[in-house]
């Protein structure tokens, strides 16, 4: 069954605009309460945590009034980071994780992440259950059963002590200026606080949210604010969260910015030394630079891909017990510390890195020579299917052939924005630029 609530990484949207309403946030709380809730007895719980975006108060509360019309009670953490909410669901024993948040997205947007009993992400399978609750509408609960709602403030402090025990043990971060953008996000006090703790003399960026000012012009996606302050101060690194921490880039020294394919590959080559990696196999998805997969078969390793969306990584990795994934965008997943993508975990990595080998980070972050990558995005409207049309098809059989054996096409629609991108690697930068503006045209002209 077609999902129509349901992205890449849960529900998302403009918020006020459908799907991302106070009346469906409702409603899917009560599908995900009676779904968790079903043949099971005892008490029932959930935790919700958010990021800094001014709709997370009305989403908090829709979501909290269908989940315990249900009969289940809801655990309050506030403003924490996605990888938290992966964390305290098993640890404080919830049925059922749900962070709100549209990760890198503008303010305007959100989201409904969830987290399943073992803080992993749900399947689609689950998702595709809940979808039909949602339309089919669900039994409430007694009235004397009805969930209590109550506020957790230590969840954000339970957080930074695990994130803190993956940093190897004694080391410090003395003597390190580092830069941390939060995005104005979830992590605008867990991340400053974590590297502090540790030694290192923090500067801080996008740490005064404002309800609005979420990955304004700072963030893993807008790195320029963040690397001007690493050239400023003198600083030996930058790390950049995007708005819920789960993602993260890396910015050295001299202002330039790494990505997640860089941060993977140093660290599947470290792990690999320490006979860490298992199987010698690090998951990443189908957007993951051509240069990665090289680097690593010249090591000996091998680079398993997926479709594009963290939780497909995790799932590769727990079907065959990896321990090492993510995305290029930032996304980096270590299932011996956390159930999904950790930024600020990610660069405690790095950091240590760093430390342990004094060699710094413009040197650790160029792990190989990225085959030129060209994306490009075209927006479209509801109800518009371009890549159907003839001249669009055409258009891409042509540039197919023309990067045979040259180099890699991939077109897809984006998973949480109405976005179809256009991806292309090839060492022809002339043909590359071609192949892709092409298609951006002819796509463009269909919508």
Partial sequence: MARKLFGTD?????????????????????????????EKSGVHRVVI????????????NAL???????????LLLGP??????????????????IMISASHNPSKDNGIKFFGPDGFKLSDEVESEIETLVDSGVDLAPSQDIGRAQRIDDGRFRYQERVKSTFPTGMRLDGMKVVIDCANGAAYRAAPE???????????????????????????????????????????????????????????????????????????????????????????????????ERFLDGKGLRLERT???????????????WNLGGEQSGHIVMTDYATTGD??????????????????????????????????????????????????????AEAEASLKGKGRLLIRKSGTEPLIRVMAECEDAALLTQVVDG?????????
Wanted: glycine content about 12%; aromatic content about 4%.
């Fill in 194 to 292: 974590v590297l502090w703790e540790l030694g290192a003399e923090v500067i801080p960026v996008g740490v005064s949210p404002d309800g609005h000012n979420i990955n304004d012009n700072c963030g893993s996606t807008k790195p320029r604010t963040a690397a001007e302050a690493v050239v400023a101060h003198g600083a030996h690194i930058g790390i950049c969260l995007d708005g819920d921490a789960d993602r993260v880039m890396i910015i050295d020294e001299t202002g330039t910015v790494a990505d997640g394919d860089q941060i993977m590959a140093l660290m599947a080559a470290r792990w690999a030394e320490e006979g860490r990696l298992r199987d010698g196999t690090l998951v990443a998805t189908v957007m993951s630079n051509l240069g990665l």
């Fill in 307 to 321: 479709g594009v969306g963290d939780r497909y990584v995790v799932e590769a990795m727990r079907r065959s017990g």
């Fill in 343 to 396: 930024g600020l975990m990610a660069g405690l990595q790095f950091l240590a890195e760093m430390v342990r080998t004094g060699v710094p980070a413009s040197t650790l972050s160029k792990s190989f020579e990225p085959v030129p990558q060209l994306l490009k995005n075209v927006r479209f409207g509801a109800g518009q299917t371009p890549l159907e049309t003839l001249k669009v098809q055409q258009r891409i």
């Fill in 439 to 447: 298609i951006v045209d002819e796509i463009s002209a269909a919508v």
């Fill in 80 to 97: 924490v980071p996605t990888p938290a909410v992966g964390l305290l669901t098993p640890s404080m024993r919830a049925d059922l994780g």
């Fill in 10 to 38: 849960g529900v998302r949207g403009t918020a006020n605009i459908h799907p991302m309403t106070a009346q469906m946030a409702l409603a899917i709380g009560a599908a995900a309460g009676r779904y968790f809730r079903r």
């Fill in 49 to 60: 945590g958010k990021d800094t975006r001014l709709s997370g108060y009305m989403f908090e």
């Fill in 64 to 74: 909290t009034a269908g989940l315990t019309s249900t009969g289940m009670n809801v």
